[in-house]
């Protein structure tokens, strides 16, 4: 019984590679806001000069669903230095750094 109360308690939402989701915060699914605050100081270390709304659009925006899922999981247990490697892997992302970098105006202007 109290299983069932607590898997209904977390929205999910669909997500799609490549996908960008803009959601106010109170939208965001429960995982996402818990990964969204576990990347969020990450980023703002790892991308000097990017600001950090930006990195964190970009960076959910070509997250895997298990990505999104390990850095939620990783913050409810207390272990925080996983979320860098997993925000690396993200960052290594082709998609994601050809966002970070500004999309067609870096390759003409870059």
Not at 25 to 42: D, G
Not at 77 to 93: A, E, F, H, R
Not at 96 to 105: E, K, M, S
Request: proline letters at 7%.
């Amino acid at each position: 019984m109290l299983a069932a109360t607590v898997t209904g308690c977390a929205d999910v939402v669909p997500r799609k590679v490549g996908q960008l989701q803009v959601l106010p915060p109170e939208r965001l699914a429960f995982n996402e806001q818990v990964a969204f605050n576990a990347a969020a100081p990450i980023l703002a270390r790892m991308t000097p000069g990017i600001p950090t709304k930006k990195a964190l659009r970009c960076v959910f925006e070509h997250a895997q669903t298990d990505q999104i899922q390990a850095l939620a999981q990783n913050s409810a247990l207390g272990q925080p230095d996983l979320n860098d490697d997993i925000v690396l892997d993200i960052l290594y992302d082709e998609g994601t750094r050809f966002c970070l970098r500004g999309g067609p105006i870096y390759w003409l202007f870059g």
